[in-house]
């Protein structure tokens, strides 16, 4: 074999060898993690799948919530809300201590900084958590007294500013980031380390009136729902059309810090299920609502924890006389009851319930014994429980935070009274917070408040001859359960039997109780078309519209089948059960009707359903809201955000030391792969020409 052959061999072995060396230089500087297969999957990313975020609000002074583009540092457990933090970090933290940390936050610059987000563990429930303020719209009460607690827990949180992402986590990926965050703590944080790299970006900024002007913004806003017992006449002069008025209030929609999250069911929806729970027994009693000498308007109110949005706005359309108010007159409106939060009025395994009567005393404002006495009589009449109603402490200032404000405000002569569960300040320990599940009250509490406030109105709008109103507490109860399962319960939800008769096949799963967006409205505030109206929304109106028509068997139109636009009800009555694209309606009496629920400082110009961005700032209710001195109107608006947002990814990076280490390797391992592919072979051709010459 000649010489040069042998050479060539050489030069190969000599490669292959060398290559070998490289790799293993690349292996020692990088570490096994990058080479073993094992080792890879700790390179997976974890995405989160169902996760809700701390979002961007802005009001007419500025922003609140958070927003972030995008950030990424590694993971550390807090244990407590007070743990000392030394290096930047996403801090993952159980439930039980956010609300003492986001304190800690906020009086602690330094510590503001070392945080580069939050992931929130929802496992552990606390004792008492409430982000709301401790005087919920302070502003608003119809007395001065700004440092009285409503409500104890309250730290205000919901209405202030992070600058980083706070991530609340669902049940599968939390346990993953506690794993992660315990797997750097016990390697010390060096090495290997899981990181946390989160989007939540929101589009707005400043505040509300530059992002209308901008377009990057949506109106906080939807539809509160009113109707009549006994229903209002088809022709406007006729002389029923005038009856006295009391009218019904509860809100519809509540808050927390994570807004999508928000249940609100004793402070807003045990309200609102009380409240059509006594359109339910009033409806059951067709012959005694016929005889009325008052008509009773039952209300439900969104937007309520925004500056008393619906209420406010309600009042504003019945000043112009707008259509959505027809029949509402302030001048006939005599009494007002509220239903304040009344789930928990009940001793534990005792069918026993207190509730207290909240008022503004004379002679500054309207005297409201007769509701008081009207109550406490409807309580002593309801023997299926013990129920007692009694006046609110003497203590308080005045009435708690209540849409009866608004009316105070702009008729202070009006008589009035908030009934609800605590005498003095809230006995609900999560008060506009995701912890107001349904778990948080008693449905035979919300039944006992529906039987006395029914029987408390039928004895003030009961005319000669009214004859005694029937009760089935049974039934009762059986009503409350059910609304509790469509509104409050992820299963059935409004897939429940009235969710699907009132909204159809394609309605939502679960009814939205944070109040959201409103991005237009339609031509006819009556026309029930869906992603304008909410399926909640719907649903109260539906649920109005067929409890009431009973009231006047007698004199109901026939059922005919019944849509928006082509085969509308005659006048006096209204199409039921109709769902657009999907099934007709049929005509019934009753009087139920939508009225827009947003700022008082915006309109949506030449609004027709469309998808085209139609609002603008407007002044055109500022004489009237000076007149009857209402605080400056905060403008609430929520910020735009891309879609898919926001996210988290969860993965294991290399540290820099590492990092660098296996760059500097890469470098060796290609300068000295290329000396191994080119020295041996010029070395060779030089070998070559000495034979050649």
């Known amino acids: 074999m000649p010489a040069r052959h042998h050479f060539a061999m050489i030069i190969v072995a000599f490669r292959a060898a060398f290559l070998m060396l490289c790799c293993n230089a690349v292996y020692a500087a990088a570490g096994p993690a990058v080479l073993h297969?094992?080792?890879?999957?700790?390179?997976?990313?974890?995405?989160?799948?169902?996760?809700?975020?701390?979002?961007?609000?802005?009001?007419?002074?500025?922003?609140?919530?958070?927003?972030?583009?995008?950030?990424?540092?590694?993971?550390?457990?807090?244990?407590?809300?007070?743990?000392?933090?030394?290096?930047?970090?996403?801090?993952?933290?159980?439930?039980?201590?956010?609300?003492?940390?986001?304190?800690?936050?906020?009086?602690?610059?330094?510590?503001?900084?070392?945080?580069?987000?939050?992931l929130v563990d929802p496992t552990d429930i606390p004792q008492q958590d409430s982000p709301a303020a401790k005087f919920p719209l302070a502003a608003y009460a119809p007395y001065s007294q700004p440092s009285f607690a409503w409500n104890p827990p309250g730290t205000g949180l919901a209405l202030e500013e992070f600058t980083f992402p706070i991530l609340l986590l669902d049940?599968?990926?939390?346990?993953?980031?506690?794993?992660?965050?315990?797997?750097?703590?016990?390697?010390?944080?060096?090495?290997?380390?899981?990181?946390?790299?989160?989007?939540?970006?929101?589009?707005?900024?400043?505040?509300?009136?530059?992002?209308?002007?901008?377009?990057?913004?949506?109106?906080?806003?939807?539809?509160?729902?009113?109707?009549?017992?006994?229903?209002?006449?088809?022709?406007?002069?006729?002389?029923?059309?005038?009856?006295?008025i009391i009218m019904l209030l509860a809100p519809v929609d509540s808050d927390s810090l994570f807004r999508s999250a928000t249940v609100g069911a004793d402070s807003a929806m045990g309200s609102l299920i009380t409240l059509l729970a006594?359109?339910?027994?009033?409806?059951?009693?067709?012959?005694?609502?016929?005889?009325?000498?008052?008509?009773?308007?039952?209300?439900?109110?969104?937007?309520?924890?925004?500056?008393?949005?619906?209420?406010?706005?309600?009042?504003?359309?019945?000043?112009?006389?707008?259509?959505?108010?027809?029949?509402?007159?302030?001048?006939?409106?005599?009494?007002?009851?509220?239903?304040?939060?009344?789930?928990?009025?009940?001793?534990?395994?005792?069918?026993?319930?207190?509730?207290?009567?909240?008022?503004?005393?004379?002679?500054?404002f309207g005297d409201p014994t007769t509701l008081l006495e009207a109550l406490q009589q409807a309580s002593q009449q309801t023997t299926e429980v013990k129920v007692d109603v009694q006046p609110a402490a003497a203590s308080n200032p005045g009435i708690p935070p209540s849409s009866l404000s608004s009316f105070l405000r702009v008729k202070p002569s009006l008589p009035g009274v908030v009934l609800a569960e605590h005498q003095g300040p809230f006995t609900n320990p999560f008060y506009q917070s995701r912890f107001d599940t349904v778990d948080n009250i008693q449905s035979a509490s919300l039944a006992a408040a529906a039987v006395v406030l029914a029987r408390a109105l039928h004895g003030l709008a009961a005319g000669r001859g009214t004859p005694q109103l029937k009760v089935d507490g049974v039934a009762v109860q059986a009503t409350v359960t059910q609304l509790i399962d469509c509104l409050l319960r992820d299963t059935p939800g409004l897939q429940c039997l009235m969710g699907q008769r009132f909204l159809g096949s394609q309605n939502a799963d679960t009814a939205e109780h944070y109040i959201s967006v409103l991005r237009t409205l339609?031509?006819?505030?009556?026309?029930?078309?869906?992603?304008?109206?909410?399926?909640?929304?719907?649903?109260?109106?539906?649920?109005?519209?067929?409890?009431?028509?009973?009231?006047?068997?007698?004199?109901?139109?026939?059922?005919?089948?019944?849509?928006?636009?082509?085969?509308?009800?005659?006048?006096?009555?209204?199409?039921?059960?109709?769902?657009?694209?999907?099934?007709?309606?049929?005509?019934?009496?009753?009087?139920?009707?939508?009225?827009?629920?947003?700022?008082?400082?915006?309109?949506?110009?030449?609004?027709?359903?469309?998808?085209?961005?139609q609002w603008q700032e407007s002044r055109a209710a500022a004489g009237w809201e000076q007149l009857h001195g209402w605080p400056p109107d905060p403008m609430w608006t929520e910020s735009n955000w891309p879609p898919g947002q926001p996210s988290l990814q969860i993965f294991q990076k290399e540290s820099k030391a590492a990092a660098t280490a296996a760059l500097a390797a890469g470098v060796i391992a290609a300068l000295g792969s290329l000396c191994a592919l080119l020295g041996p072979q010029m070395m060779y051709n030089y070998l070559q020409q000495g034979t050649m010459s």
């Not at 974890?46 to 609140?64: I, P």
């Not at 956010?98 to 987000?117: H, M, R, Y």
């Not at 797997?183 to 009136?209: D, P, R």
């Not at 939807?222 to 022709?235: C, D, K, M, V």
């Open 522 to 613: 339609t031509k006819d505030s009556q026309e029930p078309l869906a992603g304008v109206k909410s399926s909640l929304e719907l649903f109260i109106w539906n649920f109005l519209a067929l409890s009431l028509s009973h009231a006047l068997a007698s004199d109901t139109v026939a059922e005919a089948a019944c849509d928006f636009s082509k085969n509308q009800c005659r006048a006096g009555a209204v199409c039921a059960e109709y769902v657009p694209g999907q099934e007709s309606g049929h005509c019934v009496k009753a009087t139920v009707k939508f009225v827009p629920a947003y700022s008082t400082r915006m309109e949506c110009k030449d609004c027709d359903a469309s998808n085209s961005f």
């Open 37 to 118: 297969q094992s080792d890879m999957q700790r390179l997976i990313r974890v995405q989160a799948s169902e996760m809700l975020g701390c979002t961007r609000l802005l009001n007419a002074d500025g922003q609140v919530g958070c927003s972030v583009d995008k950030t990424e540092a590694v993971l550390l457990a807090l244990d407590t809300p007070d743990q000392p933090l030394s290096n930047a970090a996403t801090v993952v933290l159980s439930a039980l201590h956010l609300n003492a940390f986001l304190l800690n936050t906020k009086s602690n610059a330094t510590l503001q900084q070392l945080i580069i987000g939050i």
């Open 278 to 364: 006594v359109a339910d027994i009033l409806g059951n009693n067709t012959a005694a609502v016929a005889t009325y000498s008052k008509r009773l308007v039952l209300t439900a109110l969104m937007g309520e924890p925004w500056g008393f949005m619906g209420s406010k706005r309600l009042l504003w359309e019945m000043h112009n006389d707008a259509d959505t108010t027809t029949g509402l007159n302030l001048d006939v409106i005599e009494q007002v009851l509220e239903i304040g939060q009344v789930g928990r009025a009940g001793l534990p395994d005792e069918q026993q319930f207190s509730f207290y009567a909240h008022s503004q005393q004379a002679p500054a």
């Open 171 to 244: 049940n599968k990926t939390a346990p993953q980031a506690a794993d992660k965050a315990a797997y750097n703590a016990q390697h010390g944080y060096k090495g290997a380390l899981h990181n946390a790299h989160l989007e939540a970006l929101m589009s707005a900024s400043g505040n509300a009136s530059t992002c209308i002007k901008q377009q990057t913004c949506q109106p906080l806003g939807g539809h509160s729902i009113w109707a009549a017992a006994p229903p209002l006449p088809p022709t406007a002069n006729s002389s029923s059309s005038q009856l006295p």
